[in-house]
Protein backbone atom coordinates (compact mmCIF):
# COMPACT_ATOMS: atom_id res chain seq x y z
CA UNK A 1 0.00 0.00 0.00
CA UNK A 2 2.56 2.73 0.88
CA UNK A 3 4.55 1.70 -2.45
CA UNK A 4 1.47 2.52 -4.16
CA UNK A 5 0.94 5.86 -2.21
CA UNK A 6 4.85 6.39 -3.06
CA UNK A 7 4.75 6.21 -6.77
CA UNK A 8 1.58 7.75 -7.40
CA UNK A 9 3.20 10.67 -5.20
CA UNK A 10 5.87 10.53 -7.46
CA UNK A 11 4.21 10.11 -10.75
CA UNK A 12 2.04 13.41 -9.54
CA UNK A 13 5.22 15.23 -8.76
CA UNK A 14 6.62 14.76 -12.15
CA UNK A 15 3.28 15.55 -14.08
CA UNK A 16 3.01 18.68 -12.18
CA UNK A 17 6.36 19.35 -12.87
CA UNK A 18 5.83 19.06 -16.40
CA UNK A 19 2.66 21.57 -16.18
CA UNK A 20 4.51 23.89 -14.81
CA UNK A 21 7.32 23.59 -17.41
CA UNK A 22 4.94 23.91 -20.33
CA UNK A 23 3.07 27.32 -18.79
CA UNK A 24 6.46 28.28 -18.56
CA UNK A 25 7.23 27.35 -22.21
CA UNK A 26 4.03 28.84 -23.59
CA UNK A 27 4.60 31.98 -21.31
CA UNK A 28 8.01 32.56 -23.63
CA UNK A 29 6.03 31.76 -26.88
CA UNK A 30 9.52 30.44 -29.19
CA UNK A 31 8.03 29.43 -31.70
CA UNK A 32 4.81 32.17 -32.19
CA UNK A 33 3.66 32.45 -35.57
CA UNK A 34 0.44 34.77 -35.82
CA UNK A 35 -1.20 34.69 -39.35
CA UNK A 36 -0.99 38.39 -40.73
CA UNK A 37 -3.53 40.31 -42.17
CA UNK A 38 -1.44 40.67 -45.52
CA UNK A 39 0.19 37.38 -46.95
CA UNK A 40 3.74 39.49 -46.42
CA UNK A 41 6.79 36.53 -46.87
CA UNK A 42 9.84 37.46 -46.07
CA UNK A 43 11.26 34.62 -48.11
CA UNK A 44 9.74 36.57 -50.99
CA UNK A 45 11.37 39.58 -50.27
CA UNK A 46 14.36 39.51 -47.99
CA UNK A 47 15.59 35.70 -49.78
CA UNK A 48 14.45 36.09 -53.06
CA UNK A 49 14.57 39.42 -54.13
CA UNK A 50 17.55 39.93 -52.01
CA UNK A 51 16.38 42.68 -49.58
CA UNK A 52 18.24 43.98 -47.08
CA UNK A 53 16.31 43.95 -43.41
CA UNK A 54 17.55 47.48 -43.06
CA UNK A 55 15.71 48.76 -46.28
CA UNK A 56 12.93 47.97 -44.03
CA UNK A 57 13.69 47.74 -40.18
CA UNK A 58 15.93 51.00 -40.76
CA UNK A 59 14.92 52.01 -37.31
CA UNK A 60 16.96 48.70 -36.04
CA UNK A 61 20.37 51.16 -36.57
CA UNK A 62 18.84 54.37 -34.45
CA UNK A 63 17.28 52.86 -31.15
CA UNK A 64 15.46 50.57 -29.21
CA UNK A 65 13.15 49.50 -31.77
CA UNK A 66 13.66 47.93 -34.88
CA UNK A 67 10.23 49.00 -36.15
CA UNK A 68 7.74 47.70 -38.91
CA UNK A 69 7.97 49.89 -41.93
CA UNK A 70 5.58 52.11 -42.94
CA UNK A 71 3.20 51.32 -45.66
CA UNK A 72 5.04 54.29 -47.99
CA UNK A 73 7.91 51.66 -47.94
CA UNK A 74 5.63 48.90 -49.40
CA UNK A 75 4.48 51.51 -52.06
CA UNK A 76 7.58 52.30 -53.22
CA UNK A 77 8.10 49.28 -55.76
CA UNK A 78 3.95 48.06 -55.07
CA UNK A 79 3.12 50.95 -56.82
CA UNK A 80 4.57 49.50 -60.00
CA UNK A 81 5.19 45.71 -58.58
CA UNK A 82 1.80 43.46 -59.30
CA UNK A 83 -0.14 46.62 -59.12
CA UNK A 84 -3.29 45.07 -60.77
CA UNK A 85 -3.32 41.23 -60.06
CA UNK A 86 -2.99 40.60 -56.56
CA UNK A 87 -5.76 40.90 -53.58
CA UNK A 88 -3.23 40.89 -51.17
CA UNK A 89 -1.47 44.00 -53.02
CA UNK A 90 -4.96 45.29 -53.61
CA UNK A 91 -5.10 45.49 -49.36
CA UNK A 92 -1.69 47.34 -49.13
CA UNK A 93 -3.02 49.94 -51.83
CA UNK A 94 -6.16 50.30 -49.62
CA UNK A 95 -4.30 51.02 -46.53
CA UNK A 96 -2.05 53.55 -48.34
CA UNK A 97 -5.11 55.61 -49.80
CA UNK A 98 -6.86 55.22 -47.05
CA UNK A 99 -3.78 56.49 -44.50
CA UNK A 100 -4.63 53.74 -42.25
CA UNK A 101 -1.38 51.86 -40.79
CA UNK A 102 -1.69 47.50 -41.61
CA UNK A 103 -2.45 46.47 -38.21
CA UNK A 104 0.03 43.58 -37.97
CA UNK A 105 0.15 41.15 -35.58
CA UNK A 106 3.36 41.56 -33.01
CA UNK A 107 5.38 38.63 -33.25
CA UNK A 108 8.20 38.93 -30.19
CA UNK A 109 7.50 41.03 -26.99
CA UNK A 110 9.37 41.12 -23.60
CA UNK A 111 7.94 41.63 -20.79
CA UNK A 112 7.69 45.48 -19.71
CA UNK A 113 9.84 45.12 -16.91
CA UNK A 114 12.64 44.13 -19.22
CA UNK A 115 14.52 46.25 -21.48
CA UNK A 116 16.34 45.02 -24.99
CA UNK A 117 18.07 47.79 -27.18
CA UNK A 118 18.20 46.98 -31.16
CA UNK A 119 21.01 49.59 -32.03
CA UNK A 120 23.49 48.49 -29.38
CA UNK A 121 23.20 45.31 -30.67
CA UNK A 122 22.79 45.58 -34.44
CA UNK A 123 25.80 49.02 -34.39
CA UNK A 124 27.73 48.84 -31.43
CA UNK A 125 27.57 44.88 -30.89
CA UNK A 126 27.71 43.73 -34.65
CA UNK A 127 25.60 41.18 -34.27
CA UNK A 128 23.77 40.01 -37.16
CA UNK A 129 19.87 39.99 -37.05
CA UNK A 130 19.84 36.35 -37.94
CA UNK A 131 21.26 35.42 -34.66
CA UNK A 132 18.94 36.01 -33.11
CA UNK A 133 16.34 36.00 -35.56
CA UNK A 134 16.93 32.72 -37.53
CA UNK A 135 16.83 32.31 -41.07
CA UNK A 136 14.18 35.04 -41.49
CA UNK A 137 14.67 34.94 -45.10
CA UNK A 138 13.50 31.64 -45.44
CA UNK A 139 10.40 32.51 -43.72
CA UNK A 140 6.89 32.74 -45.47
CA UNK A 141 5.19 33.53 -42.18
CA UNK A 142 7.39 35.20 -39.10
CA UNK A 143 7.77 33.55 -36.41
CA UNK A 144 9.66 33.81 -33.11
CA UNK A 145 12.68 32.06 -33.62
CA UNK A 146 14.67 32.38 -29.76
CA UNK A 147 13.54 32.06 -26.24
CA UNK A 148 13.84 35.30 -25.49
CA UNK A 149 14.12 34.16 -21.55
CA UNK A 150 16.82 35.86 -19.27
CA UNK A 151 19.08 32.79 -19.82
CA UNK A 152 19.32 33.19 -23.67
CA UNK A 153 20.10 36.95 -22.78
CA UNK A 154 22.75 36.29 -20.38
CA UNK A 155 24.26 33.08 -21.65
CA UNK A 156 25.46 35.49 -25.22
CA UNK A 157 26.71 38.02 -22.62
CA UNK A 158 28.77 35.40 -20.93
CA UNK A 159 29.85 33.55 -24.37
CA UNK A 160 31.10 37.87 -25.53
CA UNK A 161 32.52 38.48 -21.98
CA UNK A 162 29.78 40.83 -20.53
CA UNK A 163 29.83 40.44 -17.41
CA UNK A 164 26.98 37.77 -16.02
CA UNK A 165 24.65 39.81 -13.31
CA UNK A 166 25.75 38.18 -10.33
CA UNK A 167 29.06 40.63 -10.94
CA UNK A 168 27.06 43.45 -9.96
CA UNK A 169 29.69 45.60 -9.42
CA UNK A 170 31.49 44.86 -12.47
CA UNK A 171 32.15 47.83 -14.59
CA UNK A 172 31.99 45.67 -17.62
CA UNK A 173 28.02 46.14 -17.07
CA UNK A 174 26.47 42.92 -15.62
CA UNK A 175 24.31 45.16 -13.63
CA UNK A 176 20.63 43.78 -13.34
CA UNK A 177 19.43 46.96 -13.78
CA UNK A 178 20.97 47.26 -17.71
CA UNK A 179 17.88 45.16 -18.11
CA UNK A 180 15.25 45.81 -15.38
CA UNK A 181 14.21 49.10 -14.12
C1 LIG B 1 10.04 44.59 -47.59
C2 LIG B 1 10.19 44.93 -46.20
C3 LIG B 1 10.85 43.96 -45.24
C4 LIG B 1 12.10 43.40 -45.33
C5 LIG B 1 13.11 43.52 -46.46
C6 LIG B 1 12.29 42.64 -44.11
N1 LIG B 1 11.18 42.75 -43.32
FE1 LIG B 1 10.94 41.98 -41.47
N2 LIG B 1 9.00 42.62 -41.43
C7 LIG B 1 8.39 43.35 -42.42
C8 LIG B 1 6.97 43.46 -42.13
C9 LIG B 1 5.93 44.16 -42.98
C10 LIG B 1 6.75 42.79 -40.91
C11 LIG B 1 5.42 42.60 -40.17
C12 LIG B 1 4.68 41.41 -40.74
C13 LIG B 1 5.26 40.08 -40.35
O1 LIG B 1 5.48 39.85 -39.16
O2 LIG B 1 5.53 39.26 -41.25
C14 LIG B 1 8.05 42.28 -40.49
C15 LIG B 1 8.28 41.58 -39.32
C16 LIG B 1 9.55 41.17 -38.88
C17 LIG B 1 9.83 40.60 -37.58
C18 LIG B 1 8.82 40.32 -36.48
C19 LIG B 1 8.35 41.61 -35.83
C20 LIG B 1 7.47 41.38 -34.64
O3 LIG B 1 6.26 41.63 -34.74
O4 LIG B 1 7.95 40.92 -33.61
C21 LIG B 1 11.17 40.32 -37.54
C22 LIG B 1 11.95 39.71 -36.39
C23 LIG B 1 11.71 40.70 -38.82
N3 LIG B 1 10.71 41.23 -39.61
C24 LIG B 1 13.04 40.53 -39.17
C25 LIG B 1 13.53 40.73 -40.46
C26 LIG B 1 14.85 40.33 -40.89
C27 LIG B 1 15.88 39.64 -40.01
C28 LIG B 1 14.96 40.69 -42.20
C29 LIG B 1 16.12 40.44 -43.15
C30 LIG B 1 16.52 39.02 -43.31
C31 LIG B 1 13.71 41.35 -42.57
N4 LIG B 1 12.87 41.33 -41.50
C32 LIG B 1 13.43 41.91 -43.81
C33 LIG B 1 9.01 43.90 -43.52
C34 LIG B 1 10.27 43.54 -43.97
C1 LIG C 1 11.99 46.72 -53.17
C2 LIG C 1 10.68 46.39 -53.66
C3 LIG C 1 9.59 45.90 -52.72
C4 LIG C 1 9.18 46.46 -51.53
C5 LIG C 1 9.73 47.68 -50.83
C6 LIG C 1 8.07 45.65 -51.07
N1 LIG C 1 7.82 44.65 -51.96
FE1 LIG C 1 6.32 43.28 -51.83
N2 LIG C 1 7.02 42.34 -53.47
C7 LIG C 1 8.07 42.77 -54.26
C8 LIG C 1 8.31 41.81 -55.32
C9 LIG C 1 9.39 41.90 -56.41
C10 LIG C 1 7.34 40.78 -55.16
C11 LIG C 1 7.15 39.54 -56.01
C12 LIG C 1 6.21 39.85 -57.12
C13 LIG C 1 5.96 38.63 -57.98
O1 LIG C 1 5.72 37.55 -57.46
O2 LIG C 1 5.98 38.82 -59.21
C14 LIG C 1 6.54 41.17 -54.00
C15 LIG C 1 5.44 40.45 -53.55
C16 LIG C 1 4.60 40.85 -52.52
C17 LIG C 1 3.37 40.18 -52.13
C18 LIG C 1 2.78 38.95 -52.79
C19 LIG C 1 1.80 39.41 -53.84
C20 LIG C 1 1.16 38.23 -54.53
O3 LIG C 1 -0.07 38.26 -54.68
O4 LIG C 1 1.89 37.31 -54.90
C21 LIG C 1 2.86 40.87 -51.07
C22 LIG C 1 1.57 40.57 -50.30
C23 LIG C 1 3.77 41.95 -50.78
N3 LIG C 1 4.81 41.93 -51.69
C24 LIG C 1 3.59 42.88 -49.77
C25 LIG C 1 4.50 43.87 -49.44
C26 LIG C 1 4.38 44.72 -48.27
C27 LIG C 1 3.27 44.66 -47.25
C28 LIG C 1 5.45 45.55 -48.31
C29 LIG C 1 5.84 46.60 -47.27
C30 LIG C 1 6.02 46.13 -45.92
C31 LIG C 1 6.23 45.23 -49.49
N4 LIG C 1 5.63 44.20 -50.15
C32 LIG C 1 7.39 45.88 -49.89
C33 LIG C 1 8.80 43.91 -54.07
C34 LIG C 1 8.73 44.76 -52.97
C1 LIG D 1 20.78 40.27 -29.83
C2 LIG D 1 19.53 39.81 -30.38
C3 LIG D 1 18.85 40.56 -31.49
C4 LIG D 1 19.40 41.04 -32.67
C5 LIG D 1 20.85 40.98 -33.12
C6 LIG D 1 18.30 41.61 -33.41
N1 LIG D 1 17.14 41.50 -32.71
FE1 LIG D 1 15.29 42.07 -33.31
N2 LIG D 1 14.51 41.58 -31.49
C7 LIG D 1 15.23 41.03 -30.44
C8 LIG D 1 14.40 41.01 -29.25
C9 LIG D 1 14.83 40.50 -27.87
C10 LIG D 1 13.14 41.56 -29.61
C11 LIG D 1 11.94 41.83 -28.71
C12 LIG D 1 12.13 43.24 -28.19
C13 LIG D 1 11.04 43.80 -27.33
O1 LIG D 1 9.95 43.22 -27.23
O2 LIG D 1 11.28 44.89 -26.75
C14 LIG D 1 13.25 41.89 -31.04
C15 LIG D 1 12.22 42.47 -31.80
C16 LIG D 1 12.32 42.77 -33.15
C17 LIG D 1 11.24 43.31 -33.96
C18 LIG D 1 9.86 43.68 -33.47
C19 LIG D 1 9.82 44.70 -32.38
C20 LIG D 1 10.70 45.93 -32.56
O3 LIG D 1 11.69 46.07 -31.83
O4 LIG D 1 10.41 46.76 -33.39
C21 LIG D 1 11.73 43.46 -35.23
C22 LIG D 1 11.01 44.00 -36.44
C23 LIG D 1 13.12 43.01 -35.21
N3 LIG D 1 13.45 42.61 -33.94
C24 LIG D 1 13.95 43.02 -36.32
C25 LIG D 1 15.34 42.89 -36.25
C26 LIG D 1 16.25 43.15 -37.37
C27 LIG D 1 15.84 43.55 -38.77
C28 LIG D 1 17.52 42.94 -36.90
C29 LIG D 1 18.84 43.16 -37.62
C30 LIG D 1 19.03 44.48 -38.22
C31 LIG D 1 17.39 42.52 -35.50
N4 LIG D 1 16.07 42.53 -35.14
C32 LIG D 1 18.45 42.18 -34.67
C33 LIG D 1 16.52 40.58 -30.51
C34 LIG D 1 17.43 40.85 -31.52
C1 LIG E 1 23.78 36.90 -29.50
C2 LIG E 1 24.34 37.65 -28.39
C3 LIG E 1 23.46 38.51 -27.52
C4 LIG E 1 22.18 38.26 -27.10
C5 LIG E 1 21.31 37.07 -27.39
C6 LIG E 1 21.81 39.38 -26.26
N1 LIG E 1 22.83 40.28 -26.18
FE1 LIG E 1 22.83 42.04 -25.13
N2 LIG E 1 24.69 42.45 -25.81
C7 LIG E 1 25.43 41.66 -26.65
C8 LIG E 1 26.69 42.32 -26.95
C9 LIG E 1 27.81 41.80 -27.84
C10 LIG E 1 26.66 43.53 -26.24
C11 LIG E 1 27.78 44.60 -26.15
C12 LIG E 1 27.57 45.70 -27.10
C13 LIG E 1 28.55 46.81 -26.70
O1 LIG E 1 29.73 46.63 -26.98
O2 LIG E 1 28.08 47.73 -26.05
C14 LIG E 1 25.40 43.59 -25.52
C15 LIG E 1 25.02 44.62 -24.69
C16 LIG E 1 23.84 44.68 -23.98
C17 LIG E 1 23.47 45.71 -23.04
C18 LIG E 1 24.37 46.87 -22.59
C19 LIG E 1 25.26 46.36 -21.50
C20 LIG E 1 26.19 47.41 -21.01
O3 LIG E 1 27.15 47.03 -20.35
O4 LIG E 1 25.97 48.60 -21.29
C21 LIG E 1 22.22 45.43 -22.57
C22 LIG E 1 21.40 46.21 -21.57
C23 LIG E 1 21.79 44.21 -23.22
N3 LIG E 1 22.80 43.78 -24.07
C24 LIG E 1 20.57 43.61 -23.02
C25 LIG E 1 20.20 42.39 -23.60
C26 LIG E 1 18.92 41.74 -23.38
C27 LIG E 1 17.81 42.26 -22.48
C28 LIG E 1 18.94 40.59 -24.09
C29 LIG E 1 17.88 39.53 -24.21
C30 LIG E 1 16.51 39.96 -24.48
C31 LIG E 1 20.22 40.54 -24.80
N4 LIG E 1 20.95 41.63 -24.46
C32 LIG E 1 20.58 39.49 -25.64
C33 LIG E 1 25.09 40.42 -27.14
C34 LIG E 1 23.86 39.80 -26.94
C1 LIG F 1 21.11 40.79 -20.10
C2 LIG F 1 19.85 41.23 -19.60
C3 LIG F 1 19.42 40.86 -18.21
C4 LIG F 1 20.13 40.99 -17.04
C5 LIG F 1 21.56 41.50 -16.87
C6 LIG F 1 19.24 40.57 -15.98
N1 LIG F 1 18.02 40.20 -16.50
FE1 LIG F 1 16.42 39.48 -15.45
N2 LIG F 1 15.38 39.19 -17.22
C7 LIG F 1 15.83 39.54 -18.46
C8 LIG F 1 14.77 39.26 -19.42
C9 LIG F 1 14.84 39.50 -20.92
C10 LIG F 1 13.69 38.72 -18.70
C11 LIG F 1 12.34 38.28 -19.25
C12 LIG F 1 12.34 36.84 -19.61
C13 LIG F 1 10.99 36.22 -19.50
O1 LIG F 1 10.06 36.62 -20.21
O2 LIG F 1 10.86 35.31 -18.68
C14 LIG F 1 14.10 38.68 -17.30
C15 LIG F 1 13.30 38.21 -16.27
C16 LIG F 1 13.61 38.35 -14.93
C17 LIG F 1 12.74 37.95 -13.85
C18 LIG F 1 11.37 37.33 -14.00
C19 LIG F 1 11.39 35.85 -13.72
C20 LIG F 1 12.11 35.04 -14.73
O3 LIG F 1 13.07 34.34 -14.35
O4 LIG F 1 11.74 35.05 -15.92
C21 LIG F 1 13.40 38.25 -12.68
C22 LIG F 1 12.90 38.02 -11.26
C23 LIG F 1 14.70 38.81 -13.04
N3 LIG F 1 14.79 38.86 -14.41
C24 LIG F 1 15.66 39.24 -12.12
C25 LIG F 1 16.94 39.67 -12.46
C26 LIG F 1 18.00 40.00 -11.48
C27 LIG F 1 17.82 39.96 -9.97
C28 LIG F 1 19.10 40.36 -12.19
C29 LIG F 1 20.49 40.76 -11.65
C30 LIG F 1 21.13 39.79 -10.77
C31 LIG F 1 18.75 40.27 -13.59
N4 LIG F 1 17.44 39.84 -13.71
C32 LIG F 1 19.60 40.59 -14.64
C33 LIG F 1 17.06 40.09 -18.76
C34 LIG F 1 18.08 40.34 -17.87
Redesign the pocket.
Known amino acids: MRVIIFVSLFVLMIIGGMGVYSARRTGLNQGFRPTQP????HK??AG??K?ECL??HFAAEQGRHAG????G??????KF??KN?????A??EQAYNNKKP?EWTKVHYLPDFAYFNHSQHVVVGKIACQTCHGPAETMEVMEQYSELSMGWCIDCHREKGIAPPQDHKAATGGDCSKCHY
Open positions: IAFSEHINMYCIPPVVCMNCHVKDSKEIKVI
